[in-house]
């Protein structure tokens, strides 16, 4: 086991790079076994949730070759299981969408339910209501979400709740079905796009993926392509939070402006000076934050997963804010260890009221999930003193290289050993 050790009150100042989006890869690299020959997919984030996914595709017989770092070559063509076990999907909540790749392959999946972050309930109806309507018998026995069909058929779905995964889930599914799939009320986060745009590259026919009825016409098959993820929205939003938490000025590169539209219009409403470019943009913060009011909702509204990143800066502005999470039904288990660093937060259901203090103090904490992790880095840059935050795989899950690029930006943070009882715990 490791930790993470930070000597905060520096201001961050450089340039940092963003890498491929993690919500994007977990999605794409399970639709690549959709095609009969191999795809190379370029821009993969280096992170822990990719290895996860890339482990099971080989476990269900893809070939995976590394090109370098960030591209890798897969030949789907000789994947001849369709169960995901429980060990294999192992806190990994995008195991789910080997249930809608594997059904439009095979026609047949067995998925262990997904893990991955712990904040409240994490059902899958929705999931399984479009596989259901695509004409596939759907059971949970022992354990494992069991879905077959002997020829899956377009059809339209309604979605009761705007999901991401429940959205991703029927686009696999419905790709190579017969005839026409119309999902309703879907989700139009950027990685929906990037997956349609992933599909239509090896020959699907999907159309209005970014707005909420999406349009898919199944074809016979699917070939292999070359496609690069796009970077990340939340690592992206995560650095300018960061970089507006600690009075900095921060070059952010490699990124879509475009999906950072609700993350740059709070910032500049703290008083962040952004400046966008092409495929970056600045923050500067030269005063105290001002408070802020933050909703989160599903895309193009501000997105739940940079929630407790900017809950975190609003702790030292001036003024009283109030935090409401509109996606998830309890995501503020992490206010506990903001509160062990001096920030007077009080949270009622769905709703945190965050009085502003003048400053952060260091103190131990946890990463208790992969969101309030990075949350927690932003605190501990932010605090005099030094930080020590624990359970930080949940942040390798989703961050590439975090301690390098933080360091890059004049950050003092290290990973280190956590030494206990002479033993020295390293993670593998
Ligand atoms: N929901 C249902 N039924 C379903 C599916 C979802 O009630 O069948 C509910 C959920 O309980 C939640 C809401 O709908 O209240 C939205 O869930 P959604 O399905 O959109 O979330 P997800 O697909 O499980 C993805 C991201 C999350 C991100 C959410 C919301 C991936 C792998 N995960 O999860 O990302 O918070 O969308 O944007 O794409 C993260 O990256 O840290 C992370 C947790």
Redesign the pocket.
């Known amino acids: 086991m490791e930790k993470f050790v930070i000597n905060g009150g520096h201001a961050l100042r450089g340039e940092v790079r963003i890498s491929g989006a ?2 994007a890869a ?1 999605a794409i690299l399970p639709a690549v076994m959709l095609a009969d020959s191999p795809c190379i997919i370029e821009n993969l984030p280096d992170i822990s949730d990719v290895a996860a996914i890339l482990r099971v595709m080989q476990e269900l017989g893809a070939i995976v070759r590394p090109i370098n770092k960030t591209s890798v070559e897969i030949d789907p063509c000789h994947i001849n299981s369709y169960v995901v076990s429980k060990e294999m999907a192992e806190g990994m ?2 195991s789910s969408y080997f249930l809608g790749a594997l059904l439009g392959r095979l026609n047949r999946a067995r998925v262990a339910p997904p893990g ?2 712990n904040f ?8 399984i209501k479009g596989f259901e309507a695509l004409g596939a018998k759907m059971t949970i026995e022992n354990g494992m979400v069991d879905g077959k069909a002997m020829q899956l058929k377009g059809a339209s779905v309604y979605l009761d ?6 959205t991703i889930n029927i686009m696999l599914a419905a790709a190579k079905a017969r005839g026409l799939t119309v999902i309703e009320n879907a ?1 139009r ?1 950027p ?1 929906i796009v990037d997956l349609a745009n992933f599909l239509n590259s090896m020959g699907a026919n999907i159309m209005g993926a970014g707005t909420s009825v999406i349009k898919i016409r199944g074809v016979e098959s699917l070939h292999g392509t070359t496609y690069s993820i796009i970077p990340d929205q ?1 690592e992206a939003g995560t650095y300018m939070v960061a970089a507006a938490a600690t009075g900095g000025d921060v070059m952010i590169t490699n990124v879509t402006p475009k999906h950072l539209e609700s993350i740059i219009a709070k910032l500049k409403e703290t008083g962040a000076e952004i400046t966008e470019y092409d495929e970056a943009v600045r923050v500067v913060m030269n005063t105290r934050p001002k408070k802020c009011n933050v909703k989160t909702m ?1 895309h193009p509204g501000f ?3 940079m929630q407790p990143q900017i809950a975190t800066l609003l702790t030292v502005a001036d003024g009283t804010s109030i935090v409401t999470e509109g ?3 309890s995501r503020f288990r992490y206010v506990d260890q903001l509160t062990l660093m001096g920030a007077d937060v009080q949270v009622d259901g769905k709703m945190a009221v965050i009085t502003g203090v003048k400053c952060l103090n260091s103190a131990p904490v946890k990463a208790v999930d ?2 309030a992790g990075a949350a927690m880095i932003i605190a501990g840059l932010m605090a005099e003193g030094e930080t020590q935050i624990e359970d930080i795989i949940h942040i390798d899950r ?1 961050y590439e290289n975090i301690v390098e690029k933080f360091s890059a930006l004049g950050a003092d943070i290290k990973r280190v050993p956590i030494i206990d009882n002479n033993i020295i715990y390293k993670q593998a």
């Open positions: 993690k919500n977990v909540r995008a991955g972050c409240g309930v994490r059902p899958i109806d929705q999931h709740i705007v999901s991401v995964g429940a989700a986060e990685h939340i599903p997105p739940t997963d996606v998830w039904d992969l969101r989703g």
